[in-house]
């Protein structure tokens, strides 16, 4: 525990410390009723400012826990600030009935709350109902004195009890952190309705007055509830105890409609009772059918909102469901792409056979006499071959999954080999190629055979698209920032575009190092930054 929050058990104690001494030694007198409210005040202030840090510093329901404990000791407070009006203010005895009693006796609900805002509110109205039903007409439709003062102790000692039970099986349920906070709860308030029946007996039997005995133990739960926020604060239970559990939920419905059941009940006693007058049966009947209405309209509420809240879970699961059925999808097609893989490989070693032979004779023809033309056409095969042969090792990486082997390019090599591949292709379809490739370009590291197929099939869309009408196709290098650009342009404004496809053969066959980059020039066909 802070130095802080020693600090202020220790004043708490020392104010209980000097009650008592007060309450022993002092004459019923001003000064000492003075005393005793001022302090009863100033120890009921402590409490809700001790546990106003617990609000700030929790979250969700166990933010709105503190808050009704703050809430609930508030309450008392503002009953303990009006009984200090009448005693200290205007120097005259509490009148009874007293217009704080409700106040008195709301404090306890908050207390009792480990529910949702609308579960507390149905608790709230009922408790409310039942001192209207049971005390205010003894107040005010049929005014008297005995009656009144008999049912609000019956009533407020049956609140007690019922809030004393429950915060006990809170108290053996809880654990850790909270067991000992909901103990140290328990212990205050049964210090507080223990002395709040005797000070109930004294006034009973005109023995008690404000500072007499009856109010030590009366101070020394106050200052027990500064104690609960400060160890509250210290122990820093952050989740409320049982908040997701599968039951709680279902006694919370369960309180809910006991109370609202109940109401028929209290309508048909107050229509059958003989022993009320007449004024005090059409009071509570009025009572209990504005009541009902108040808690339907809760009751409307909260169904709503569960409906709502059960359709946003249907939504979830349906959204689960669909994500699961993409996820078995794509594990299908993966075991699918696997199998390819396989097949790949296997086709692949066997192309490598022919493929060498087919080199080793370009080779060997390239050695024998022959005219520069035929030796051109000798040189092409052999490229050719060596092409498809970096082709089918391309196959081979892809169905094993090897990394591709990384070296310097020329970009502009690379360039020039796309065109002169794709000069026959082009030629035909009646598309010009303008090239502009500076001299003054750095070398890239990647993957020579990913990167022209990357080319080849741009190159490809280019003919597809430009097949009908013709063109020039521009192809050029450039530096940019830390990369080198190499740029496919068409020369009409309006092709359309397909980039899904390009940045997709690039996430596949670029290897080079840094990031691979698409860009879109208009009028531009394709950009490839690398």
Known sequence: MTKRSRVCILVASGLVFAQSVASLVLRPTFGLTVFSDLTQCALLLSGTLSLLPNVAVTRGRTRLFWALMTLGVAFWLAYQLLWTYFEVILRRDVPNPFVGDVV?????????ARLGSLDFALLLIWWLYLYLFAVIPWQYSHTNET???????????TEKMVFLAGLAVVWTRSKGSWRTVYAHWFGASLVYALSSYVANWGIERHTYYSGSLYDIPLVASMAWVIGVGLLALDLSPKQLPGQASPSHGVWVARLGMIAIFSLPLFAAWSVFDPTAPPSVRTFRLVVTLATMLVMGALVF??????????LRLLRTSQESFENLRRVQAQLVQSEKLASLGQLVGGAAHELNNPLTAMLGYADLLAETPLKDEQRVLADKIAQQVRRTKGLVSSLLSFAQQVPAEKILLDMNALAQTAVKLSQPQLRARGIQVRTDLPSDLPQILGDSNQLLQVCLHITNNALQAMAQTGGVLSVSTRRHD????????????DRARDRTGLERML??????QGKN?????????????H
């Open 104 to 112: 008195l006796f709301l404090h306890i609900v908050p207390r009792t």
């Open 147 to 157: 009656t009144y003062e008999h049912a609000l102790n019956v009533l407020y000692l």
């Open 301 to 310: 509420i909260k169904q709503h909102l569960l409906d709502r809240e059960l």
């Open 482 to 493: 830390q990369f080198v650009q190499l740029e496919f342009a068409d020369d009409k404004a």
């Open 507 to 512: 996430r596949h066959h670029s290897g080079a």
């Open 517 to 529: 980059h698409v860009s879109e020039r208009y009028p531009s066909w394709r950009n490839l930054s």
